[in-house]
């Protein structure tokens, strides 16, 4: 009996730690890896920089997204975080620099050490129309190329507005269509396909491959859906697993369907004390 119950005290331990074995957030069913969008801290950022460092290494977080470098040159922003333990994978420019520049864009992403570069905005006025979802395709498309000599992935984070109806399907699936997925793949934020009406999981099984980052977001309870604005209070997002997103549903399809990188992304003021908590909430989800 004593052998047994050792035994069995030692699959226990061996469970605890499989489930840590991917990291910070990670558990049974969720495997990550988890990293932190830097602009969750962007208060803390524009604060110091040194603390606000210090702060997601606190996290336990390993894998960062950038928003920016806080006027920082970006070998010296690299060095500071990689010397926090920090691994710089992704970073958003503007629009603008990728159609005006893209070479630019490829060497200062080099410069941070990314795997990834994209952007989470087309510039448009009023609802977006299929002449902004066109001019973007091709955007897209070159500056997925000029990256690609770099060794580095361009993405598009879908934001919303793109949901117009178009055809059978929406301006989305037009993008989609209309790039090429040698050079160019997607981030999911969850709230901005929730927000606008549509099914996250739904959507990364209708495009398997493409999706490979994700921002995981939660949007507060009562929230109304519908709308095809791109924009709503930030302080709606809230802790993972306490809003009304399928989270177990979302994860599960995010597995299969070939997201490589998840990203934690609170706007809310209240984002330093919720990050935390969203990361028990990832160790715990099960499906």
Known sequence: MKRILAFASLLALLAGCSTQSHGVGTGASFRGPV?????????QFTRSVPAAIE???ALGI???????????????????????????????????????????????????????????????KGDFTERNCRDAAA?????????????????????GYEFQPHAKGTLLDLLFAETNPKFVTFEMDTTWVFFPGQDPAALLRKYPGRWELMHMKDLKKGVARGSLSGGTDPNNDVVLGTGQLDWPGILKAARETGVKLYFIEDEAAAAPEQIPQSL????TVSW
Not at 35 to 43: K, N
């Open 139 to 159: 955007v897209f498309n070159h500056a997925g190329e000029v990256l690609a000599k770099e060794g580095i992935r361009f993405f598009y984070h879908v934001h």
């Open 35 to 43: 990293g932190l969008q830097l602009y969750s801290l962007r208060a």
């Open 62 to 124: 390993r894998n960062v997204e950038l928003a920016g470098t806080y006027n920082i040159a970006p070998e010296k922003f690299r060095d500071m975080l990689t010397a926090a333990g920090l691994n710089p994978v992704s970073a958003h420019f503007s629009y603008e620099r990728y159609r005006d520049n893209p070479e630019a864009v490829a060497r200062e992403a080099k410069a941070l050490g990314l795997r990834y570069a994209g952007l989470a905005w087309i510039p448009h």
């Open 55 to 57: 702060q997601t290494k």
């Open 280 to 283: 028990r909430f990832l160790e």
